[in-house]
């Protein structure tokens, strides 16, 4: 599965609500469940620890469920919404 990097608005509580993905928004129709995953820091030759700081070893992962814009008859996609904390930006993967 390939990834593509999105933008991504979210609401006062901190869930994703509108997702910019090339030029098209999509908007999270279902309450978006969250759990997160562990780095494998031990695989990756760029993550660092710093006296004081460290890299993030966990990220999270969102299944959103999205219509294009406002779009009653648009189709209801169901993707991983997934979060780049070093770079603070995101990505989706269609799920299947």
Not at 2 to 15: C, I, L, M, P
Not at 80 to 93: G, K, N
Request: aromatic content about 12%.
């Amino acid at each position: 599965m390939s990834e593509e990097h999105v933008d991504v608005r979210f609401t006062a509580a901190g869930a994703p609500w509108k997702i910019r993905r090339s030029g098209r928004v999509w908007q999270v129709v279902v309450e978006p469940t969250v759990h997160f995953e562990r780095v494998k820091w031990w695989e990756d030759t760029s993550f660092s620890i710093k006296k004081g700081k460290a890299d993030r070893i966990d990220y999270a992962v969102w299944l959103v469920q999205v219509r294009l814009g406002n779009n009653p008859n648009s189709d209801i996609l169901t993707w991983h919404l997934i979060e780049h904390p070093r770079t603070d930006s995101w990505s989706v993967q269609e799920v299947l």
